[in-house]
């Protein structure tokens, strides 16, 4: 028997996490870009700037970016950001924090939405291996069905209601042309890449009809794919590490040798991605520095 699933409600990324600023904002169709003017120490910043960069914001007297932000989320993570550099008495590079900390957001963006399409694609070949699998091992199965399985509620109070085809033969039959369309790489766009479906039904994949071996599937059905809170958090930790070099040249935030990150510096880390809506601080029962402590050890184990 095989059931296919789908529920009407979008699915959450996290309790304790929100998506990105960057992330969310792309969603949004009517999203503009906005450019933004700050005044900072240039000399401090040369090493977020390209030679370029350094010389034509020197030249114009003045830094700027591009944000992919409405005038309202910048004012409110500007100001929020402002807020968590005066709690750290750090407004003498108030200006050079602020565009080291939306520059690497604009990273960290990219690169969650990057990893979300690698594990998106990951998890679509490892669905579309065992549904082939299940099919081809159930060939000589009368009571073979199909299935739906819907959930009309929610994530936290699911509804499930399950249909199903009784007749063999028309699941089968069903089962067939779905599989058919995939053996001559009749794949929807956007939902698998070219390289993973290669490198998991075979090399000649988009070049040949024949038939997909068992044993190809059988790899890509037992493929394990990394919670998508594991690269998310890796990203959390490499925006700090940038944030972290600014702090250890050109403020007293500093860590001590040996140390990863101190406690104040874990602190402050976890104010800055909470303003950026990374983190939900109500959904977080640790104390925050030993929640950034946290990800970054398991990030270098």
Same mark, same amino acid.
């Given at each position: 028997m095989l059931i296919f699933g789908y529920s009407k409600k979008l699915?959450?990324?996290?309790?304790?996490?929100?998506?990105?600023s960057i992330y969310s904002a792309i969603q949004t169709i009517a999203m503009s870009i906005i450019k933004v003017k700050l005044n900072p120490d240039?000399?401090?910043?040369?090493?977020?700037?390209?030679?370029?960069?350094?010389k034509t914001f020197t030249k114009q007297r003045y830094a700027q970016l591009e944000l992919a932000l409405s005038k309202d989320q910048y004012k409110r993570y500007s100001d929020g950001l402002k807020g968590v550099i005066e709690k750290y008495k750090l407004q003498e590079v108030c200006e050079e924090l602020l565009y080291v900390i939306f520059k690497e957001d604009e990273v960290l963006g990219d690169n969650i939405?990057?990893?979300?399409?690698?594990?998106? *694609?990951? +998890?679509?070949?490892?669905?579309?291996?065992?549904?082939? #699998?299940?099919?081809?091992?159930?060939?000589d199965n009368p009571h073979?069905?199909?299935?739906?399985?819907?959930?009309?509620?929610?994530?936290?109070?699911?509804?499930?209601?399950?249909?199903f085809v009784k007749n063999a033969e028309i699941s089968k039959w069903m089962?067939?042309?779905?599989?058919?369309?995939?053996?001559?790489?009749?794949?929807? *766009?956007?939902?698998?890449?070219?390289?993973?479906?290669?490198?998991?039904?075979?090399?000649?994949? *988009?070049?040949?009809?024949?038939?997909?071996?068992? +044993?190809?599937?059988?790899?890509?059905?037992n #493929?394990?794919?990394k919670s998508f809170s594991v690269y998310r958090r890796k990203r959390y930790v490499e925006f700090c590490y940038e944030v972290k070099n600014f702090l250890e040249e050109y403020t007293n935030l500093k860590s001590a040798a040996n140390v990863k990150v101190s406690d104040e510096q874990?602190?402050?880390?976890?104010?800055?991605?909470?303003?950026?809506? *990374?983190?939900?601080?109500?959904?977080?029962?640790?104390?925050p520095k030993d929640y950034i402590n946290s990800m970054i050890r398991n990030h270098n184990k």
């Open positions: 699915p959450l990324i996290n309790g304790e996490i929100n998506n990105s240039l000399e401090k910043l040369k090493t977020y700037l390209g030679e370029w960069h350094f939405r990057n990893d979300q399409t690698r594990y998106d *694609y990951l +998890e679509n070949i490892i669905d579309v291996s065992k549904f082939l #699998l299940a099919f081809k091992n159930s060939q073979f069905q199909i299935g739906i399985k819907e959930n009309t509620g929610t994530e936290n109070i699911p509804i499930n209601k399950t249909y089962c067939q042309v779905i599989c058919d369309a995939i053996e001559v790489g009749n794949l929807p *766009y956007g939902l698998v890449d070219e390289q993973s479906t290669e490198n998991i039904f075979g090399s000649s994949y *988009y070049d040949s009809q024949a038939p997909i071996k068992v +044993e190809n599937l059988e790899r890509g059905a #493929l394990k794919n874990a602190n402050f880390f976890f104010d800055i991605l909470s303003v950026l809506d *990374y983190l939900n601080f109500e959904k977080i029962e640790s104390d």
